[in-house]
């Protein structure tokens, strides 16, 4: 279904044409519809599957720019997903001109009150932080309209429920309220029974991947190592169209900027780019003027491209969905496809998430060496010159040639020629990426239920709710002998442990 058919105001459908989407994905064109009519929604369905689009457009069509007071509220298990809800709500309900603002732990609760002080539409934020406002009245819900629980089984597993139902008890009963959980356990379901009313459960099943045509690898790196692992690995590959994918803006920026500074045709895109630059990038790439285009999972979402080989997961995503939809850009009608995904030692639990979602496990893959580089490079350059010898058109040049090899033997010449055209992993140009935070550990593994809550803090999502969680973390691994490693760089044995790990061939140009 394309969005235009979903009674969306002009102003909306823009904003939606703007961010590259056209087609409403399952859970929005299920849940769009019933929102818009001002029912409550239960919707069931997997991270990543479009569920900020399902609940904020109707969300941002109810909002009257007019009144400068809090219409929406959308409460969130963690800051990063309160940053990103914050992002697309704000970049959907832009031309509109709705305010969006987000309060999370472990920032500046100064400049917060201050933002908020400056009449939001719509606040986004993680629970602790929100009840904190609210103790400061500095966050007054009596003007709330559409209240959004958004992933509440995280929520739950996190032990929010109590600081849950006291941010509800400060929103006015006559309200219009949206759930959405990937799972449904009782606890769920009993949310909606009190604090809902006639609620549409709305589920959308989940995507089990059978990625036959995708050779998918992982490379075990510490973060500071992926990038020249990465440009080793295109001298070995030598893809055709890459699709690279970054967990951050300054992540896509500072990538396409090294790969440009060693000589690769790269662009990136996110979502600060203007429409007509990033549709300038889109352009390029799909003409093959651009080899490599670096991109953030809300920029690539809705993309409809063909012919790319190879897909680089720079940094794991946080959520197998992610996963499935970027590596779903190659291997497409019949063709053969290659991902790689970059994991850091104490991400890996994540990697087994993935592979339980995909039925399917990843090849370990061994970081090709300078040399293995170097041949990759040499071999390109031969292609290149047998592709130019095709083309001929020497003629205008056999004086200039003779002379030449009246002065240097054809061995040299052509030693030269390969030179020139092969890049020498003693020249490269040192890039730096600004390390990322890694992912938290042990998501793919915690426990469920609330009888975890005694062990977190007043405030669960500032420094010491993270202090907390790493303790309980460890206190599981060493109950359960999981222990991420010893030192970093040196893990304990796993069940991966007597995996060979895939080498490099150079056949014809190809691994």
């Known amino acids: 279904m394309k969005f235009k058919e979903l009674d969306l105001s002009?102003?909306?459908?823009?904003?939606?044409?703007?961010?590259?989407?056209?087609?409403?994905?399952?859970?929005?064109?299920?849940?769009?519809?019933?929102?818009?009519?001002?029912?409550?929604?239960?919707?069931?369905?997997?991270?990543?599957?479009?569920?900020?689009?399902?609940?904020?457009?109707?969300?941002?069509?109810?909002?009257?720019?007019?009144?400068?007071?809090?219409?929406?509220?959308?409460?969130?298990?963690?800051?990063?997903l309160a940053i990103q809800t914050q992002e697309e709500l704000f970049r959907l309900g832009k031309e509109k001109k709705i305010k969006v603002q987000a309060v999370y732990g472990g920032a500046d609760i100064?400049?917060?009150?201050?933002?908020?002080?400056?009449?939001?539409?719509?606040?986004?934020?993680?629970?602790?932080?929100?009840?904190d406002h609210i103790n400061r009245r500095t966050l007054k819900l009596s003007t709330v309209e559409t209240l959004v629980l958004d992933e509440a089984d995280e929520m739950l597993n996190m032990g929010f429920l109590e600081d849950?139902?006291?941010?509800?008890?400060?929103?006015?009963?006559?309200?219009?309220?949206?759930l959405f959980s990937a799972t449904m356990p009782k606890e769920i379901k009993s949310i909606g029974v009190k604090f809902m009313k006639d609620p549409h459960h709305v589920q959308i099943k989940a995507k089990e991947m059978t990625a036959d045509s995708i050779d998918q690898y992982y490379v075990r790196a510490k973060d500071y190592e992926k990038f020249d692992i990465m440009t080793r690995l295109f001298d070995v590959q030598l893809p055709e169209l890459t699709l690279i994918f970054g967990r951050t803006k300054r992540r896509v920026d500072e990538i396409a900027r090294g790969l440009e500074a060693r000589g690769y045709k790269a662009e990136g895109i996110h979502g600060d780019l203007s429409q007509q630059k990033r549709m300038s990038v889109l352009r390029s790439f799909k003409k093959g003027q651009l080899d490599i285009l670096v991109a953030t999972d809300v920029a690539a979402r809705g993309l409809d491209i063909s012919g790319v080989t190879h897909v680089y997961n720079y940094d794991i995503p946080q959520d197998p969905e992610s996963y499935?939809?970027?590596?779903?850009?190659?291997?497409?009608?019949?063709?053969?496809?290659?991902?790689v995904t970059f994991v850091t030692p104490n991400e890996m639990n994540y990697l087994h998430v993935i592979e339980n979602l995909t039925k399917k496990r990843m090849t370990p893959m061994r970081p090709p060496s300078d040399k293995e580089a170097f041949k990759g490079?040499?071999?390109?350059?031969?292609?290149?010159?047998?592709?130019?010898?095709?083309?001929?058109?020497?003629?205008?040049?056999?004086?200039?040639?003779?002379?030449?090899?009246?002065?240097?033997?054809?061995?040299?010449?052509?030693?030269?020629l390969l030179k020139t055209l092969a890049k020498d992993p003693a020249d490269v140009v040192p890039v730096k990426i600004t390390p990322e935070r890694p992912l938290p550990k042990g998501k793919g593994k915690q426990n469920k239920g609330q009888g975890r809550r005694k062990n977190y803090s007043r405030d669960r999502d500032n420094g010491n709710y993270r202090q907390d969680r790493r303790k309980n973390n460890k206190d599981y691994h060493k109950k359960n002998n999981k222990g991420p490693g010893n030192k970093e760089g040196q893990p304990k044995k796993s069940r991966r442990g007597s995996e060979k790990k895939q080498d490099f061939v150079i056949r014809n140009g190809k691994n």
Request: hydrophobic share 35%; charged share 25%.
């Open 377 to 416: 490079q040499v071999t390109q350059a031969v292609e290149t010159i047998d592709e130019k010898m095709a083309e001929n058109g020497l003629d205008k040049y056999s004086k200039e040639a003779n002379d030449l090899l009246e002065r240097y033997s054809a061995q040299d010449l052509a030693a030269l």
């Open 110 to 131: 100064g400049r917060q009150i201050r933002q908020l002080k400056d009449h939001p539409h719509i606040v986004v934020g993680t629970p602790g932080r929100m009840l």
């Open 164 to 178: 849950i139902e006291k941010i509800i008890a400060q929103v006015p009963d006559k309200r219009q309220t949206l």
């Open 324 to 339: 499935v939809h970027r590596i779903g850009r190659t291997g497409r009608a019949g063709k053969s496809g290659v991902s």
């Open 10 to 80: 002009q102003v909306l459908l823009d904003a939606v044409q703007k961010s590259g989407f056209e087609e409403a994905t399952p859970i929005q064109e299920e849940t769009i519809p019933l929102a818009m009519q001002g029912k409550d929604v239960i919707g069931q369905a997997q991270t990543g599957t479009g569920k900020t689009a399902a609940f904020g457009l109707p969300m941002l069509e109810k909002i009257d720019t007019n009144k400068k007071q809090i219409q929406g509220l959308v409460i969130s298990p963690t800051r990063e």
